[in-house]
């Protein structure tokens, strides 16, 4: 690995997108510490992106500043570009670039282009955090220096490169659709030349809903993208599917190389192995032999999990197993999986006055930036005395799904909007869905405004469940989901950082 960093002294790289959000700036600081001549280009102005610059720290006065506008010239005379998430597949300058035969590439490429240590990776729509966190958590029960990194600002793609020392830990990754978008790409390590085409060694699907249509024409073309996942697996690596979603017949027309297992929440059928639940036991079924790995006893404190993250946890565990640990390790570290933060994150939030005495809880849900999200939250705690607050950014969704699932769980009185182009759709459906007596009133443009009128509506009345769970992005009223899931905790009474 270390003979293909040097390749990156003195070349020219440009940075298209240095972003507000981490991911830039990670990619802009690892490229520096690596000799690279960089350009960072931005529509943003510098006054804009200026809390973006400081955080670059020192790594600021090597870096070339293109601000405010792109220039053409830029994407001809580097030799390397390299896109953020908001990059459009579409941009005339990629045309440009491409026309002058420079190499278009992102943080996921450049992880495979550089990576010879085994690799699980983990995409899908909704889960995809979760199994991943619970993956690494698993696997060091012998790999005790695994990391878990990709679509996170705590630990980027790039940065995890450097912390790879023993090419024997293995490194578990979180992608996205638009990390996916390039690593079909991907060049083959020099390192690792017995395993064709670099690849995951074990590739996760944990399901596919519609999200980012405002990115993609179509399902099918976000579903592409996640295919790539398994695009350039070898015969002697795995891909794992969820034999319950809609999409996996779709995943298999693709024809993986890999060997195929799934995971599933009832018996899986003769033809297929992997991981499944039977009655109150879930079992690892591999050439048509059986084995328990979860009795009983285990999977009892389980069910209060949602059918939803049994699935993601089914997922991690198989996924542990195949980059081999052994079952006993993986039922041992059961016990002590994280709670992963805002996914359905159970907060401690200060009782509002009046409430002394009282029972609240309150659930984080701010990564449910879909329907589908929000659909599975209600799964989950369908049975509560629940205040819903949601809405948001569209993404190009529907949500006739979700204002039936709303209509079923939530009581009119009890959903609390917040204002949104999605908020605009959701009112519409719910409207449909014959939810409404009368007009819905005005959804609230503040955050904090809604949680004034949440405690208030707890002080008053008998609700003891508070559900965050947005069903859309939030990019017109914040950074994005992390920082409104933040402002959440925050107003709540937690400083949740």
Request: proline share 6%; with cysteine; charged share 25%.
């Amino acid at each position: 690995m270390n003979s293909a960093l040097k390749n990156f002294k003195n070349k020219k790289v440009l940075v298209m997108g240095l972003g507000k959000l981490g991911g830039g700036i990670a990619t802009t600081k690892w490229f520096v510490k690596h000799g690279a001549k960089v350009t960072v280009t931005d529509l943003r102005t510098r006054k804009n992106l200026a809390p973006s610059i400081r955080a670059l720290g020192r790594a600021a006065h090597k870096v070339r500043f293109v601000l405010g506008k792109h220039r053409a010239e830029d994407f001809r005379r580097n030799d390397l570009i390299v896109v953020n998430p908001a990059v459009p597949r579409e941009s005339p300058y990629l045309a440009i670039a491409r026309k002058a035969g420079r190499e278009i590439t992102n943080d996921a490429k450049i992880f495979f282009d550089l990576v010879a240590n085994p690799i699980a990776a983990v995409t899908g729509t909704r889960g995809k955090t979760t199994t991943t966190n619970w993956l690494a958590h698993l696997a060091r029960g012998v790999h005790r220096r695994i990391a878990a990194a990709g679509n996170t600002p705590e630990m980027p793609l790039l940065a995890l490169i450097d912390r790879l020392k023993d090419k024997k830990t293995p490194a578990v990754l979180e992608l996205s659709s638009w990390q996916l978008e390039q690593v079909d790409k991907a060049h083959l390590p020099a390192e690792a030349p017995a395993k064709g085409g670099h690849a995951p060694d074990v590739a996760v699907i944990t399901n596919l809903y519609p999200d980012h249509l405002n990115r993609y024409p179509g399902i099918r073309d976000y579903a592409r993208a996640k295919a790539n996942i398994f695009k350039r697996q070898t015969p002697a690596q795995a891909l794992i599917l969820n034999a319950d979603d809609a999409w996996t017949p779709f995943f298999l027309r693709e024809k993986p190389r890999g060997r195929v297992y799934f995971f599933s929440l009832k018996p899986l059928p003769k033809s297929r192995g992997g991981i499944f639940i039977s009655g109150r036991r879930a079992f690892f079924k591999k050439d048509a032999k059986r084995t328990v790995v979860l009795g009983p006893r285990e999977m009892r404190p389980l069910v209060a999990l949602g059918n939803h993250n049994l699935q993601n946890l089914l997922a991690a565990m198989l996924a542990a197993h195949l980059l081999g640990i052994p079952w006993r390790e993986i039922r041992k570290r059961i016990a002590t999986l994280p709670q992963i933060p805002f996914r359905q994150e159970f907060i401690v939030a200060r009782l509002p006055a009046g409430r002394q005495g009282r029972h609240l809880t309150v659930v984080n849900d701010t990564a449910a930036t879909s329907p589908d999200g929000t659909i599975a939250a209600l799964a989950r705690f369908k049975n509560k005395n629940l205040i819903l607050i949601a809405g948001g950014t569209d993404k190009k969704l529907e949500f006739g799904g979700w204002a039936r699932a709303v209509k079923r769980c939530v009581k009119p009185e009890c959903l609390f909007l917040l204002g949104g182009s999605a908020t605009e759709k959701m009112v519409r459906a719910l409207r449909r869905s014959g939810y409404f007596k009368q007009s819905y009133p005005q959804p609230f443009e503040e955050l904090s405004s809604l949680i004034r009128a949440v405690k208030k509506k707890v002080r008053q009345n008998t609700p003891s469940f508070v559900l965050f769970s947005p069903g859309a992005a939030s990019f017109e009223k914040f950074k994005n989901e992390f920082d409104r899931g933040r402002k959440f905790n925050l107003y709540w009474g937690q400083n949740h950082t």
